[in-house]
């Protein structure tokens, strides 16, 4: 089982190029897709779930070019879409169910499939309730359970934790890793502690192009010893955001605790474990710097 | 002056979010096909045998009708998605926020209303300048007298028609389908009032905005008069009409419209009746209140979920539903449920048969899902119109139940191709194996399903007789309409271009027995069966086409 994304280039009416030769190879497991707003993540999303055509490139599963032969594909996909709507007069069972015909599933099956997926995402109490009367986070969750319906072998999820509250982000974050086994996971989000929890790949995606394909240990490696932390005041926060990358602040008695990228300490810092937002900051600032790093080398996990 | 730039920037912002969408170049396309259509004998106005001559007057008051009669029917469907549009991108809860009153918003919308309508006057006034010049070049032109009834009649007839879409947007009832389908009705006893003054040729001149809004009633008596003068024997027969079977023989010079006090008044209180409309639409206007803009929809009971009941679980007692939900939270980091693994084989190389096989599901799932969200008094009215096809007598029930039973389920048709727009959906839907030509010929498969239930009792009342020929009219008409709605619903994206179409059609075509029009075939001579039956077949390739070059291209 393999994707195989080869110089994807995709190009929307009025000019804009949103990927450009993208190229990624994946095999089962979790692939954190991380991004900052714009980047491209959704347009990648939507190519290789076969809703959008790219305009140079081809995407490969097992071998077959999916933009030939989509229904290949097709067949072992989940989808969830960052943007997507339901039914309001349908209830969940009925609306899943509804889509379990679309997508072609046995009747008998996709019932017994369709009641264990309402468990996992919590929504048994709430199957017989029109969708209309759902909250954000609730439709997100039906979207969750039919993105399984088929068992899919390639799932894809674009910001699939908006709208959830934490408990059901825990919930759903422990899912992901529980389905990863035997197949492809592609979670894309610009939530870094999303990633962290699930991905056993990561790929940081930025203005089209892929800025970075590694595993989150050799991110983690390879921004070692380039955070630190020192403590300012108030007062010389500003100067200090003026100087240096910052990938966090924290407020606390004794000043604002600063945590600084760099290849050098600052005056008075120490030096601190990296966690993969320092390492994803990283990545992104070198990038737009022009500077090809070796943490951002899209060496391949 | 701060509540003006306000204003100014409402209407300003709503009218350029319209005109940058591709559907407002549709909207240009058709004026200046209106236009096209008076420059190529589609659109006839005819005295009896007279016509006027081609010269500025007659034009502009031709394309002025033109204007304020097809106008006012089709510009209310291109407009009344305004406070909608607010409401789908979430806009609308912003502006809630803010000090804009109600009375303010539902103004400032009509004028946005009224400038996209108004654009569409400029672009026909422009064409009938474009008829004159190189249509009629021998004829000198008058501006005045080809622009004014142009101009005047169609701007004042337009901006009731921006208010009243405003109205109707705001009434929760009139919001949907039935608004849409109840406008038709109500544009045709506008035009049928002042026609019958035509007949009579009656008209007293007075102040009758209401009476005759679109103008025609006030431009015909005028030419009526014309006419009196050069033929006594004339007796003031008049049509405006799509169309004529017997050309014109004579014609009379018409100098053009003579503005009297009263006409112009007229026409001035319409704008004073598009303010008030659109204050009153502020009455029922919801202000993007969620609590409020379903409130004509059946409630849902509150269910408590067990996120809410964990917040506010402090010291739960063993047993309690407090202690659940820790069993719960608990639960939460356990490893998933388990899923019953579906059979890979199954999925994959799923065979053809069984493809077809699953097409039985999807059109159930189609089905059922076309008939959700009705009150039990839909249902109701629907069997009443089965069993009066049933047990009325054969001509009463295809010449008059059936009209009936087969406009009551508009409301289903008009939403077949659109769902997936109107929900969001597509993305789920399009991504699954064969999903285009599965989806949308289950889609109007549940639509034939729907024609062949609600006109069943005719349809089961000709087999008894063994009226084979009503019975092939029958059929025609059943997989007819949901083509039609399909067609329409995948290529506007919209239901309410049906809405309106499949209305005004039946009501000139069915109700009226037209030959070539009656597409359900609601008597033997303006039965045509095979013609609409070729119709829906190809409508149905259309819509196919349609979806799949748009998905192709997305």
């Known amino acids: 089982m393999n994707l195989a994304i080869e ?10 190029l949103a990927l450009s030769r993208f190229s990624l190879g994946l095999k089962p497991g979790v692939l954190g897709l991380l991004g900052p707003n714009g980047a491209g993540k959704t347009t990648l999303m939507s190519i290789l779930a076969t809703i959008t055509k790219a305009t140079d490139g081809r995407v490969l599963w097992n071998g077959i070019d999916i933009a030939r032969d989509p229904d290949v594909l097709r067949s072992v996909l989940g989808y969830l879409p960052q943007d997507f709507g339901v039914y309001p007069n349908l209830n969940a069972v009925e609306f899943l169910e509804y889509l379990a015909a679309v997508k072609g599933l046995d009747a008998a099956a996709s019932r017994r499939r369709i009641q ?16 209309g ?3 954000g986070g609730m439709k997100q969750r039906v979207g969750i359970a039919q993105a399984l319906l088929n068992d899919p072998q390639l799932l894809i999820v674009d910001e699939p934790t908006a709208g959830l509250d934490p408990e059901e982000r825990v919930r759903f974050r422990n899912l992901l890793s529980d389905l990863s086994g035997e197949r492809i996971v592609i979670l894309s989000t610009h939530i870094v502690s999303d990633v962290e929890a699930t991905a056993t790949d990561i790929a940081i995606i930025e203005k089209g192009t892929l800025v970075a394909h590694a595993t989150p240990e050799s991110l983690l490696l390879q921004v070692e010893g380039r955070v630190w932390e020192c403590v300012v005041s108030s007062a010389e926060l500003n100067k200090a955001k003026q100087e240096f990358l910052i990938s966090s602040t924290t407020r606390r008695s004794d000043g604002v605790h600063v945590r600084i990228l760099g290849d050098l300490p600052p005056e008075g810092a120490r030096a601190v474990a990296p966690n993969l937002e320092d390492a994803y900051l990283y990545c992104i600032s070198h990038h737009r710097a022009g500077v090809r790093h070796e943490a951002c080398i899209g060496t391949g996990a | 002056m701060m509540r003006g730039r306000v204003l100014y920037q409402m209407v300003r912002a709503d009218f350029l979010e319209r005109v940058r969408r591709y559907s407002f170049l549709l909207t240009m396309a058709f004026s200046l096909y209106l236009g096209y259509a008076v420059y190529s004998g589609q659109l006839v106005l005819r005295l009896d045998e007279y016509r006027g001559v081609d010269n500025s007057a007659w034009l502009g008051s031709v394309i002025g009708l033109v204007g304020s009669v097809w106008l006012t029917l089709i510009g209310f469907y291109i407009v009344k998605n305004s406070i909608q549009r607010d409401r789908q991108t979430r806009v609308g809860q912003i502006l809630a926020g803010t000090p804009i009153s109600k009375g303010f918003y539902t103004f400032s919308k009509t004028l946005s209303n009224f400038a996209v309508l ?11 300048v474009a008829i004159q010049l190189f249509h009629r070049p021998s004829q000198p032109i008058n501006l005045y007298a080809l622009l004014s009834p142009v101009l005047i009649f169609g ?35 506008l035009l049928a009032s002042g026609a019958n003054n035509i007949a009579k040729g009656d008209s007293n001149g007075g102040l009758r905005p209401f009476a005759d809004y679109t103008g025609i009633d006030s431009v015909m008596s005028q030419m009526q008069s014309q006419v009196h003068k050069l033929d006594p024997q004339y007796n003031n027969g008049a049509s405006f009409s799509i169309g004529s079977l017997h050309p014109t023989s004579k014609t009379f010079l018409w100098t053009g419209l003579t503005w009297t006090p009263a006409l112009v008044l007229s026409r001035a209180m319409l704008f004073a009746v598009a303010v008030a409309l659109s204050l009153l639409a502020a009455l029922f206007f919801d202000r993007f209140d969620p609590a409020r803009a379903g409130w004509f929809k059946q409630k849902q009971p509150r269910i408590i979920l067990k996120a809410e009941v964990r917040n506010i679980a402090l010291a739960p007692s063993p047993g309690s539903p407090a202690a659940e939900t820790i069993a719960d939270l608990s639960r939460m980091h356990s490893p998933a449920p388990h899923l019953t693994p579906l059979l890979r084989a199954d999925l994959r190389t799923a065979s053809r048969s069984s493809v077809r096989l699953r097409f039985i599901p999807l059109v159930r799932a189609e089905f059922l899902l076309s008939m959700r969200g009705h009150a039990w008094w839909w249902y109701t009215v629907a069997a009443g119109l089965f069993i009066a096809c049933l047990a009325s007598p054969l001509d009463a029930a295809r010449s008059g139940v059936i009209v009936g039973a087969w406009l009551w389920p ?23 194996p064969r999903a285009v030509p599965r989806q949308l010929l289950a889609t109007y498969t549940a639509g034939v399903l729907v024609a062949a239930i609600t006109g069943g009792g005719l ?26 709605a399909l067609a329409l619903g995948v290529i506007t994206g919209s239901r309410k271009f049906f809405e309106a179409l499949y209305t005004a059609w039946w009501y000139v075509g069915p109700l009226h027995h037209i030959r070539n029009l009656d597409f359900m075939g609601t008597t033997a001579a303006s039965s045509t069966s095979g013609a609409f039956a070729a119709a829906a077949v190809l409508l149905v390739l259309s819509a196919y086409g349609w979806r799949k070059t748009k998905l192709a291209n997305a």
């Open chain 1, 7 to 16: 110089e994807v280039s995709k190009r929307y009416r009025g000019g804009v």
């Open chain 2, 118 to 128: 108004a654009v569409m006057v400029g672009v026909l006034a422009l064409a009938s």
């Open chain 1, 116 to 131: 264990e997926l309402l468990e996992l995402v919590n929504l048994t109490d709430v199957r017989k309730r029109p969708l």
């Open chain 2, 459 to 484: 349809g089961l009342h000709l087999l008894f007789v063994r009226n084979f020929e009503g019975l092939a009219a029958w059929a025609a008409g059943a997989i007819f309409i949901p083509a039609l």
């Open chain 1, 133 to 135: 009367g759902f909250s």
């Open chain 2, 410 to 432: 508009a409301l289903i048709w008009s939403q077949m191709g659109t769902r997936e727009e109107q929900y969001s959906t597509g993305t789920l839907i399009f991504s699954a």
């Open chain 2, 155 to 189: 701007l004042s007839a337009l901006v009731v028609t921006a208010a009243l879409a405003i109205l109707f947007e705001s009434l929760p009832v009139l919001r949907g389908g039935v608004g849409n389908i109840l406008y038709v009705f109500f544009w045709i006893f």
